[in-house]
């Protein structure tokens, strides 16, 4: 039977590229929304002083339901707060049963993400797993891990390492603040995502025309490579596991007062091709703290069967 430290790996993996992608992060992955108050017009009008905005993906696995991931993000000139909650869902939640709330809040700096603080909470077959950083002036990243590495399955990332990273979902955040940049997707991010220490390759691949269902229309097709680092799992039971990490995804302007977003993400796993769609933007939505202090800890999130 496969260890779920890497089956761990694998999904997040996919998740963090798209959240974060993905991060969150993550899944991909690895998209997140929103901008500063110079790319973000509503930010800069009189009177205004944060903006929130909710996004809702879909995912497939060889053509199955297999997972939903919902983006919330609370903006400020200054600072941003970032939760994604994401779970397996069909025939998939049966076999792996995964939930995750990872929440970010952190500052903006010349036009980049800086974070103050990341959590993330995972369930992994109702048994949980939490990460913390904690993130000083200086670059330094304070980390907790639970279960600890050497309990997990992998090497243990050293401190110097950890040092000018960010998060998955402030990674997210700073490739949506790129698509307002002379370079979109042009970019190389040093993430640390409390376990797995990786650098996220960024580059634009061009225009094209794309259906999505809640866009059709021109986008930009970037894709995304991930250069492993430390920190992964030393189980390589999946087919895939050691070929090149690479994902493709489609910023569009589908509201006028927002910047591009991740609109599709696609990769080839080891299990199929998965597909992660865009199905509903809505505003107004819970606020995410933007604090710089980490509140108190909390449960992981409910396994949900569907």
Known sequence: MPEASELDDNISDKMNAMIAKTHAGRLAAAVVTLAMSAPFPA????????????????????????????????????????VAKLGTRGIVHLLVRYSATAESAGRFVDGRTLPDWHRADTTWRRV??????????DGTVE?????????????????ELMTHTIDPLSAALRLVLSTRSKAPCDDRIPVFDGRRRYTMILRAKGEETIDTPVYQGAALHCILE???????????WLPASKAPRQGHFWLADIEPDLPSIPVRFQAQSGFG??????VAVTRGVESPQTDSAQPAATQPAADQSR
């Open 273 to 278: 091709r998965v597909v992660v769609n865009l």
């Open 143 to 159: 980390n907790i891990a639970e279960p600890a590495a050497a309990d997990d399955n992998r090497d243990p990332v050293p401190p």
């Open 226 to 236: 991930t250069e492993r680092i430390v920190g992964f799992s030393r189980s390589t």
């Open 43 to 82: 930010l800069a009008q009189p009177g205004a002083e944060s903006a929130e905005v909710g996004l809702q993906y879909e995912s497939y696995l060889a053509g199955i339901h297999s997972g939903s991931l919902r983006i919330s993000a609370v903006l400020t000139p200054e600072r941003y707060g970032l």
């Open 128 to 137: 949980p797993r939490r990460v913390e950083n904690s993130y000083a002036p």
